[in-house]
Protein backbone atom coordinates (compact mmCIF):
# COMPACT_ATOMS: atom_id res chain seq x y z
CA UNK A 1 0.00 0.00 0.00
CA UNK A 2 1.25 3.83 -0.80
CA UNK A 3 0.53 7.24 -1.21
CA UNK A 4 1.54 10.35 -3.60
CA UNK A 5 2.71 13.53 -2.79
CA UNK A 6 3.52 15.81 -5.11
CA UNK A 7 3.81 13.82 -7.74
CA UNK A 8 6.35 11.42 -5.60
CA UNK A 9 5.12 7.98 -4.95
CA UNK A 10 6.16 6.93 -1.37
CA UNK A 11 5.57 3.70 0.74
CA UNK A 12 3.30 3.69 3.13
CA UNK A 13 5.00 3.39 6.15
CA UNK A 14 7.66 6.56 5.25
CA UNK A 15 8.05 9.31 7.53
CA UNK A 16 7.16 12.45 5.44
CA UNK A 17 8.58 14.93 8.51
CA UNK A 18 11.58 13.39 7.46
CA UNK A 19 11.63 15.36 4.59
CA UNK A 20 10.07 18.52 6.26
CA UNK A 21 12.08 21.80 6.22
CA UNK A 22 11.70 21.48 10.50
CA UNK A 23 13.49 18.77 10.54
CA UNK A 24 17.20 19.61 10.35
CA UNK A 25 20.02 17.04 11.04
CA UNK A 26 22.26 17.39 14.38
CA UNK A 27 25.82 18.52 13.83
CA UNK A 28 28.06 15.94 14.50
CA UNK A 29 30.24 16.24 17.19
CA UNK A 30 33.58 15.16 17.44
CA UNK A 31 34.33 12.97 21.10
CA UNK A 32 35.76 14.61 23.59
CA UNK A 33 37.42 13.34 26.57
CA UNK A 34 35.64 14.47 29.71
CA UNK A 35 37.03 13.80 33.38
CA UNK A 36 34.19 13.05 35.66
CA UNK A 37 33.26 15.92 38.08
CA UNK A 38 33.72 15.85 41.98
CA UNK A 39 30.31 14.67 42.38
CA UNK A 40 29.93 12.52 39.54
CA UNK A 41 30.57 9.70 42.06
CA UNK A 42 28.03 6.54 43.68
CA UNK A 43 27.54 7.02 47.22
CA UNK A 44 27.05 4.00 49.32
CA UNK A 45 24.18 3.16 51.15
CA UNK A 46 23.78 3.70 54.96
CA UNK A 47 23.09 1.33 57.26
CA UNK A 48 19.17 2.12 57.62
CA UNK A 49 18.48 4.00 54.33
CA UNK A 50 15.53 2.30 52.53
CA UNK A 51 17.28 3.70 49.02
CA UNK A 52 20.43 3.11 47.39
CA UNK A 53 21.33 6.97 46.31
CA UNK A 54 23.19 6.48 43.46
CA UNK A 55 24.55 10.09 41.83
CA UNK A 56 23.98 9.97 37.54
CA UNK A 57 26.66 11.43 35.45
CA UNK A 58 24.45 13.91 33.82
CA UNK A 59 25.23 16.32 30.65
CA UNK A 60 24.56 20.28 32.24
CA UNK A 61 23.99 21.09 27.97
CA UNK A 62 21.67 18.76 27.42
CA UNK A 63 18.30 18.97 27.93
CA UNK A 64 17.16 15.65 26.79
CA UNK A 65 16.23 13.18 30.02
CA UNK A 66 18.29 10.20 29.88
CA UNK A 67 17.96 6.87 31.49
CA UNK A 68 20.51 7.29 34.74
CA UNK A 69 21.87 4.81 37.35
CA UNK A 70 19.35 6.80 39.87
CA UNK A 71 16.90 4.95 38.31
CA UNK A 72 17.69 1.88 38.11
CA UNK A 73 18.55 2.35 41.58
CA UNK A 74 14.98 3.28 42.70
CA UNK A 75 13.41 0.60 40.87
CA UNK A 76 15.80 -1.97 42.59
CA UNK A 77 14.38 -0.62 45.85
CA UNK A 78 10.98 -1.01 44.83
CA UNK A 79 10.49 2.75 43.66
CA UNK A 80 10.04 4.23 40.50
CA UNK A 81 11.50 7.32 40.39
CA UNK A 82 9.68 10.46 41.59
CA UNK A 83 6.80 9.11 39.32
CA UNK A 84 3.71 8.53 41.75
CA UNK A 85 1.07 7.22 39.11
CA UNK A 86 4.02 4.88 37.98
CA UNK A 87 4.84 3.54 41.44
CA UNK A 88 0.91 3.27 42.01
CA UNK A 89 0.69 1.03 38.88
CA UNK A 90 3.51 -1.17 40.30
CA UNK A 91 1.90 -1.67 43.49
CA UNK A 92 -1.66 -2.49 41.93
CA UNK A 93 0.26 -4.76 39.91
CA UNK A 94 2.53 -6.54 42.33
CA UNK A 95 -0.95 -6.68 43.99
CA UNK A 96 -2.65 -8.69 41.42
CA UNK A 97 0.16 -11.02 40.65
CA UNK A 98 0.34 -11.40 44.70
CA UNK A 99 -3.48 -12.31 45.18
CA UNK A 100 -3.26 -14.60 41.46
CA UNK A 101 -0.43 -16.05 43.25
CA UNK A 102 -2.28 -16.71 46.58
CA UNK A 103 -5.63 -17.41 44.83
CA UNK A 104 -4.12 -20.12 42.76
CA UNK A 105 -2.67 -21.88 45.98
CA UNK A 106 -5.50 -21.95 48.08
CA UNK A 107 -7.54 -23.23 45.30
CA UNK A 108 -5.13 -25.81 44.67
CA UNK A 109 -4.75 -26.65 48.63
CA UNK A 110 -8.42 -26.85 48.77
CA UNK A 111 -8.62 -29.24 45.61
CA UNK A 112 -5.65 -31.65 47.37
CA UNK A 113 -6.72 -31.12 50.99
CA UNK A 114 -8.46 -34.51 51.47
CA UNK A 115 -4.70 -35.59 49.50
CA UNK A 116 -2.14 -34.00 51.65
CA UNK A 117 -3.90 -33.94 55.16
CA UNK A 118 -5.21 -37.96 54.96
CA UNK A 119 -2.35 -39.64 56.63
CA UNK A 120 -1.28 -36.83 59.04
CA UNK A 121 -5.07 -37.16 60.12
CA UNK A 122 -5.07 -40.49 60.23
CA UNK A 123 -2.04 -40.96 62.73
CA UNK A 124 -3.46 -38.04 64.57
CA UNK A 125 -7.24 -39.52 64.35
CA UNK A 126 -5.50 -43.02 65.36
CA UNK A 127 -3.82 -41.72 68.37
CA UNK A 128 -6.06 -39.40 69.47
CA UNK A 129 -7.28 -41.28 72.43
CA UNK A 130 -3.48 -41.37 73.18
CA UNK A 131 -3.06 -37.59 73.62
CA UNK A 132 -6.66 -36.83 74.63
CA UNK A 133 -5.77 -39.17 77.28
CA UNK A 134 -2.55 -37.64 77.72
CA UNK A 135 -4.24 -34.15 78.06
CA UNK A 136 -6.88 -35.17 80.27
CA UNK A 137 -4.39 -36.25 82.60
CA UNK A 138 -2.12 -33.15 83.01
CA UNK A 139 -5.60 -31.57 83.33
CA UNK A 140 -6.28 -33.62 86.45
CA UNK A 141 -2.93 -33.11 87.78
CA UNK A 142 -3.08 -29.19 87.58
CA UNK A 143 -6.68 -28.75 88.11
CA UNK A 144 -7.15 -25.18 89.60
CA UNK A 145 -3.52 -24.31 88.96
CA UNK A 146 -4.07 -24.05 84.80
CA UNK A 147 -1.87 -21.54 84.46
CA UNK A 148 1.17 -23.38 85.46
CA UNK A 149 0.30 -25.71 82.71
CA UNK A 150 0.06 -22.48 80.53
CA UNK A 151 3.61 -21.27 81.93
CA UNK A 152 5.21 -24.77 80.71
CA UNK A 153 3.32 -24.81 77.79
CA UNK A 154 4.51 -21.25 76.56
CA UNK A 155 7.31 -20.76 78.43
CA UNK A 156 9.27 -23.99 79.57
CA UNK A 157 8.67 -26.24 76.28
CA UNK A 158 9.57 -23.63 73.41
CA UNK A 159 12.33 -22.21 75.46
CA UNK A 160 14.36 -25.50 75.68
CA UNK A 161 13.17 -25.89 72.02
CA UNK A 162 15.48 -23.01 71.08
CA UNK A 163 18.28 -23.54 73.32
CA UNK A 164 18.67 -27.18 72.33
CA UNK A 165 18.77 -26.20 69.04
CA UNK A 166 21.10 -23.32 69.17
CA UNK A 167 23.31 -25.24 71.98
CA UNK A 168 24.11 -27.30 68.96
CA UNK A 169 24.69 -24.68 66.33
CA UNK A 170 26.89 -22.77 68.76
CA UNK A 171 29.09 -26.15 68.96
CA UNK A 172 29.55 -25.76 65.81
CA UNK A 173 30.50 -22.26 65.65
CA UNK A 174 32.84 -22.43 68.46
CA UNK A 175 34.98 -25.66 67.69
CA UNK A 176 34.00 -26.38 64.07
CA UNK A 177 32.96 -29.23 65.00
CA UNK A 178 31.70 -31.47 63.39
CA UNK A 179 33.53 -30.35 59.95
CA UNK A 180 31.24 -31.71 57.27
CA UNK A 181 28.43 -29.05 58.52
CA UNK A 182 31.01 -26.10 58.12
CA UNK A 183 30.56 -26.85 54.15
CA UNK A 184 26.91 -25.43 54.53
CA UNK A 185 28.14 -21.98 55.89
CA UNK A 186 26.87 -19.32 53.70
CA UNK A 187 28.83 -16.63 54.26
CA UNK A 188 32.14 -18.41 53.71
CA UNK A 189 35.54 -17.08 56.07
CA UNK A 190 33.69 -15.43 58.18
CA UNK A 191 33.08 -16.15 61.76
CA UNK A 192 35.48 -18.79 62.25
CA UNK A 193 35.69 -18.92 65.00
CA UNK A 194 32.77 -16.70 66.62
CA UNK A 195 34.56 -14.06 68.54
CA UNK A 196 33.69 -15.03 72.01
CA UNK A 197 33.60 -11.62 73.74
CA UNK A 198 30.71 -10.66 71.32
CA UNK A 199 29.46 -13.79 71.75
CA UNK A 200 28.65 -13.62 75.78
CA UNK A 201 27.43 -10.10 74.67
CA UNK A 202 24.96 -11.69 73.30
CA UNK A 203 24.09 -14.62 75.05
CA UNK A 204 23.58 -11.68 78.28
CA UNK A 205 21.27 -9.89 75.89
CA UNK A 206 19.20 -13.07 74.70
CA UNK A 207 18.71 -14.24 78.20
CA UNK A 208 17.29 -10.74 79.17
CA UNK A 209 15.08 -10.79 76.67
CA UNK A 210 13.90 -13.99 77.61
CA UNK A 211 13.22 -13.33 81.36
CA UNK A 212 12.60 -9.64 81.44
CA UNK A 213 10.25 -9.10 78.32
CA UNK A 214 8.99 -12.49 77.08
CA UNK A 215 8.41 -14.14 80.14
CA UNK A 216 6.14 -11.05 81.30
CA UNK A 217 4.25 -10.33 78.18
CA UNK A 218 3.33 -14.50 77.82
CA UNK A 219 2.26 -14.43 81.61
CA UNK A 220 -0.21 -11.45 80.54
CA UNK A 221 -1.78 -12.43 77.43
CA UNK A 222 -3.10 -15.70 79.82
CA UNK A 223 -6.19 -13.79 80.75
CA UNK A 224 -6.78 -12.55 77.33
CA UNK A 225 -6.61 -15.50 76.01
CA UNK A 226 -9.16 -16.57 78.91
CA UNK A 227 -11.36 -14.02 77.57
CA UNK A 228 -10.70 -14.47 73.96
CA UNK A 229 -11.48 -18.57 74.35
CA UNK A 230 -9.88 -21.08 76.70
CA UNK A 231 -6.60 -22.05 76.25
CA UNK A 232 -7.00 -25.07 78.61
CA UNK A 233 -10.11 -26.59 77.32
CA UNK A 234 -10.57 -30.09 77.81
CA UNK A 235 -11.22 -31.40 74.24
CA UNK A 236 -7.72 -31.12 72.04
CA UNK A 237 -8.47 -29.33 68.35
CA UNK A 238 -8.89 -31.61 65.38
CA UNK A 239 -5.64 -31.69 63.50
CA UNK A 240 -6.58 -30.00 60.19
CA UNK A 241 -8.05 -26.92 62.83
CA UNK A 242 -4.38 -26.51 63.84
CA UNK A 243 -3.23 -26.50 60.37
CA UNK A 244 -5.78 -23.86 59.21
CA UNK A 245 -4.18 -21.87 62.56
CA UNK A 246 -0.84 -22.41 61.87
CA UNK A 247 -1.21 -20.85 58.18
CA UNK A 248 -3.26 -18.24 59.75
CA UNK A 249 -0.44 -17.00 62.51
CA UNK A 250 1.88 -17.09 59.65
CA UNK A 251 0.03 -14.56 57.29
CA UNK A 252 -0.45 -12.11 60.34
CA UNK A 253 3.47 -12.04 61.51
CA UNK A 254 4.58 -12.31 57.80
CA UNK A 255 2.34 -8.64 57.51
CA UNK A 256 3.32 -7.32 61.20
CA UNK A 257 6.82 -8.08 61.18
CA UNK A 258 7.64 -6.98 57.50
CA UNK A 259 6.40 -3.27 58.51
CA UNK A 260 7.72 -2.92 61.87
CA UNK A 261 10.41 -4.44 60.81
CA UNK A 262 10.83 -2.14 58.20
CA UNK A 263 9.82 1.03 60.23
CA UNK A 264 13.06 0.78 62.28
CA UNK A 265 14.72 0.63 59.40
CA UNK A 266 14.08 4.34 59.62
CA UNK A 267 17.44 6.29 59.93
CA UNK A 268 16.43 7.77 63.16
CA UNK A 269 14.87 4.51 64.21
CA UNK A 270 17.59 2.44 63.21
CA UNK A 271 20.80 4.79 64.83
CA UNK A 272 19.11 4.13 68.25
CA UNK A 273 17.09 1.05 68.33
CA UNK A 274 17.51 -1.44 65.30
CA UNK A 275 21.43 -1.22 64.74
CA UNK A 276 22.33 -3.23 67.79
CA UNK A 277 20.49 -6.32 65.73
CA UNK A 278 22.87 -5.27 62.86
CA UNK A 279 26.02 -5.72 64.48
CA UNK A 280 26.16 -9.06 63.39
CA UNK A 281 26.72 -8.97 59.70
CA UNK A 282 27.20 -12.57 59.07
CA UNK A 283 24.66 -13.86 61.76
CA UNK A 284 24.18 -16.87 63.99
CA UNK A 285 21.29 -19.13 65.28
CA UNK A 286 21.59 -17.32 68.59
CA UNK A 287 20.97 -13.50 67.53
CA UNK A 288 17.15 -14.27 66.35
CA UNK A 289 16.35 -12.53 69.30
CA UNK A 290 19.05 -10.35 70.21
CA UNK A 291 17.83 -6.90 70.22
CA UNK A 292 17.08 -3.59 71.43
CA UNK A 293 13.99 -4.61 74.27
CA UNK A 294 11.85 -1.86 72.10
CA UNK A 295 12.40 -3.87 69.06
CA UNK A 296 12.24 -7.20 71.11
CA UNK A 297 8.23 -6.40 71.84
CA UNK A 298 7.01 -4.59 68.42
CA UNK A 299 9.10 -7.01 65.99
CA UNK A 300 9.60 -9.98 68.15
CA UNK A 301 6.53 -10.69 70.07
CA UNK A 302 3.70 -9.20 69.13
CA UNK A 303 3.49 -10.52 66.03
CA UNK A 304 3.45 -13.73 66.92
CA UNK A 305 1.07 -12.94 69.83
CA UNK A 306 -1.47 -11.47 67.72
CA UNK A 307 -2.70 -14.27 65.79
CA UNK A 308 -3.47 -16.90 69.05
CA UNK A 309 -5.20 -13.55 70.51
CA UNK A 310 -7.06 -13.06 67.54
CA UNK A 311 -8.45 -16.65 67.06
CA UNK A 312 -8.53 -17.86 71.41
CA UNK A 313 -6.23 -20.95 70.06
CA UNK A 314 -5.97 -23.64 72.63
CA UNK A 315 -2.64 -24.39 74.38
CA UNK A 316 -1.61 -27.05 72.15
CA UNK A 317 -1.71 -24.73 69.24
CA UNK A 318 -0.40 -22.10 70.78
CA UNK A 319 2.78 -24.21 72.02
CA UNK A 320 3.14 -25.94 68.93
CA UNK A 321 3.25 -22.31 67.16
CA UNK A 322 5.72 -20.70 69.36
CA UNK A 323 8.02 -23.50 69.20
CA UNK A 324 8.06 -23.56 65.28
CA UNK A 325 8.60 -19.70 65.15
CA UNK A 326 11.41 -20.16 67.52
CA UNK A 327 13.38 -22.96 65.71
CA UNK A 328 12.57 -21.34 61.84
CA UNK A 329 14.04 -17.91 63.14
CA UNK A 330 17.32 -19.88 64.50
CA UNK A 331 17.66 -21.80 61.41
CA UNK A 332 17.07 -18.21 59.13
CA UNK A 333 19.99 -16.66 61.45
CA UNK A 334 22.27 -19.46 62.04
CA UNK A 335 24.37 -18.80 58.97
CA UNK A 336 24.24 -22.48 57.04
CA UNK A 337 21.92 -23.50 54.51
CA UNK A 338 21.29 -27.09 56.01
CA UNK A 339 19.79 -30.14 53.90
CA UNK A 340 16.12 -30.72 54.22
CA UNK A 341 15.54 -27.28 56.70
CA UNK A 342 14.08 -24.27 55.61
CA UNK A 343 16.56 -21.95 53.17
CA UNK A 344 18.28 -19.13 55.70
CA UNK A 345 19.45 -17.36 52.33
CA UNK A 346 16.70 -14.87 52.36
CA UNK A 347 17.41 -13.19 55.83
CA UNK A 348 21.11 -14.05 55.64
CA UNK A 349 20.83 -11.40 52.66
CA UNK A 350 19.22 -8.85 54.53
CA UNK A 351 22.35 -8.94 57.29
CA UNK A 352 24.45 -8.71 54.33
CA UNK A 353 22.72 -6.13 52.22
CA UNK A 354 20.07 -4.19 55.29
CA UNK A 355 17.97 -2.95 52.60
CA UNK A 356 16.82 -5.99 50.96
CA UNK A 357 14.54 -8.80 52.53
CA UNK A 358 12.32 -7.22 55.48
CA UNK A 359 9.79 -10.06 55.89
CA UNK A 360 9.59 -13.59 57.01
CA UNK A 361 8.00 -15.26 54.05
CA UNK A 362 9.18 -13.16 51.48
CA UNK A 363 5.11 -12.05 50.35
CA UNK A 364 5.17 -8.63 51.35
CA UNK A 365 8.53 -8.18 49.98
CA UNK A 366 7.67 -9.30 46.60
CA UNK A 367 4.33 -7.44 47.34
CA UNK A 368 6.78 -3.76 47.90
CA UNK A 369 9.70 -5.06 45.67
CA UNK A 370 12.41 -5.09 48.50
CA UNK A 371 13.55 -7.78 46.90
CA UNK A 372 14.61 -6.92 43.84
CA UNK A 373 18.27 -6.90 44.22
CA UNK A 374 17.98 -10.08 45.80
CA UNK A 375 16.58 -12.10 42.74
CA UNK A 376 19.59 -10.54 40.76
CA UNK A 377 22.14 -12.57 43.01
CA UNK A 378 22.95 -15.67 42.92
CA UNK A 379 21.91 -16.37 46.51
CA UNK A 380 18.24 -16.17 45.67
CA UNK A 381 18.94 -19.37 43.25
CA UNK A 382 20.34 -20.88 46.23
CA UNK A 383 17.11 -20.07 47.93
CA UNK A 384 15.57 -23.67 47.90
CA UNK A 385 15.36 -26.22 50.83
CA UNK A 386 18.53 -28.56 49.65
CA UNK A 387 16.97 -32.21 49.21
CA UNK A 388 21.11 -33.48 49.12
CA UNK A 389 24.56 -33.12 50.90
CA UNK A 390 26.06 -31.38 47.96
CA UNK A 391 26.24 -27.53 49.45
CA UNK A 392 24.43 -25.10 47.06
CA UNK A 393 27.59 -23.19 47.53
CA UNK A 394 29.75 -25.42 45.46
CA UNK A 395 26.93 -26.55 42.91
CA UNK A 396 25.25 -22.75 42.39
CA UNK A 397 29.03 -20.54 43.07
CA UNK A 398 29.11 -17.10 43.62
CA UNK A 399 30.74 -15.19 40.60
CA UNK A 400 34.42 -14.44 41.30
CA UNK A 401 35.17 -10.76 42.75
CA UNK A 402 36.73 -8.70 40.13
CA UNK A 403 40.27 -8.05 40.72
CA UNK A 404 40.96 -5.67 37.84
CA UNK A 405 42.33 -2.36 38.67
CA UNK A 406 39.74 0.66 38.34
CA UNK A 407 41.85 3.23 36.91
CA UNK A 408 42.33 4.06 33.49
CA UNK A 409 44.90 5.50 32.02
CA UNK A 410 43.47 8.75 32.88
CA UNK A 411 42.63 8.23 36.35
CA UNK A 412 39.33 6.92 37.70
CA UNK A 413 36.92 5.66 35.17
CA UNK A 414 33.05 7.61 35.37
CA UNK A 415 30.93 4.55 35.60
CA UNK A 416 32.57 2.72 38.40
Known amino acids: MSFQKK ?3 FPAHTDLNFFSSRARPEPVRSPVMRSPGPASRPTQAEPGDNKVSLQSYSDTATTKPRTTAGCTCGLLTGTLGNNPSAEKGHIWDSMRRTALILGLGLLLLAAFWNSITWYPQ ?6 GDFWQTRWETLLSTFEGNEWILYIIGVVLVP ?3 FWGF ?8 RTGKPTFISRYRIQLDKNEPVDPVKLRQSIRTVIFNQSVISFPMLVILYPFLKWTGDPCCRELPTFHWILVELVLFTLVQEILFYYSH ?3 HHPKLFKKVHKKHHEWTTPIGLISIYADPIEHVVSNMLPVMVGP ?11 VWLSLVLIVSSITHCGYH ?3 LPSPEFHDYHHLKFNQCYGVLGVMDHLHGTDVMFKQTKAYERHVILLGFTPLSESIPDPPKKTGSALGPSGPLPHQ
Request: with cysteine.
Open 166 to 173: NGLLLMVD
Open 262 to 264: RLF
Open 309 to 319: LAMGSHLSSIT
Open 7 to 9: GIL
Open 159 to 161: GLC
Open 122 to 127: RFWGAS
Open 338 to 340: LPF
